[in-house]
């Protein structure tokens, strides 16, 4: 699907984001900013297909929505079965995490005197819940489906192309690793 093709929720959504990423000078305003636009969106998730809903029984997905053509910014949909997480990794740009459906766990890691990431603190996010991540403020973290039996889906918004950034995951026992997530889905729902 076209931008140009979309109307309603999502389309006022990516305008506002437009509008933020042009606007905004700092990361603290870009990130009040992006998450009002992100609450707006998270109040009604009739706006996306059931297609970017559906759990893979193996793996979560991270499907992307839309890639800004000069890579500001990304939306992706995140969809987690029932046991589903992520390893510890970092993200090296701002990001909002917002539950669309069910419920995410969040563990934070922050690195000891000794330079290993230990674990320091849990939430859980429920739905219409937004959490923040970035290298000033930390920016390291495990994500889970906290439901034992339902898909838990959240709208992640990133201050790049996600799927194309180079990150890191930290792994106790082989250490620092880099990685570049991509995308579960080949291209975006929406093409610039």
């Not at 459906?101 to 603190?121: I, K």
């Amino acid at each position: 699907m076209n931008r140009t093709d979309l109307s309603g929720t999502f389309a006022r959504f990516l305008n506002e984001m437009d509008a933020t990423v042009a606007a905004t000078t700092t990361e603290a305003t870009t990130l009040d900013r992006a998450e009002n636009n992100l609450r707006t969106l998270l109040a009604d998730g009739a706006w996306l297909p059931d297609a970017y809903k559906q759990a893979n029984p193996n793996n979560y997905q991270q499907l992307a929505l839309y890639v800004d053509p000069r890579a500001r910014y990304s939306v992706v949909s995140f969809v987690w079965g029932p046991g589903q997480s992520t390893p510890i990794h970092n993200h090296t740009v701002w990001g909002l995490v917002g539950v669309l459906e069910g419920e995410e766990r969040c563990e934070e890691f922050n690195r000891d005197a000794d330079g290993v990431w230990q674990h320091c603190h849990a939430h859980s996010l429920q739905r219409g819940e937004i959490d923040r991540v970035s290298p000033t403020m930390g920016d390291v973290h495990k994500v889970s489906n906290a439901l034992a039996d339902r898909t838990t889906v959240s709208i992640h918004v990133y201050g790049g192309d996600i799927g194309r950034i180079a990150r890191s995951v930290f792994d106790p026992l082989r250490g620092v690793r880099p990685f570049v997530s991509g995308y579960s889905n080949s291209a975006p729902w929406v093409q610039a």
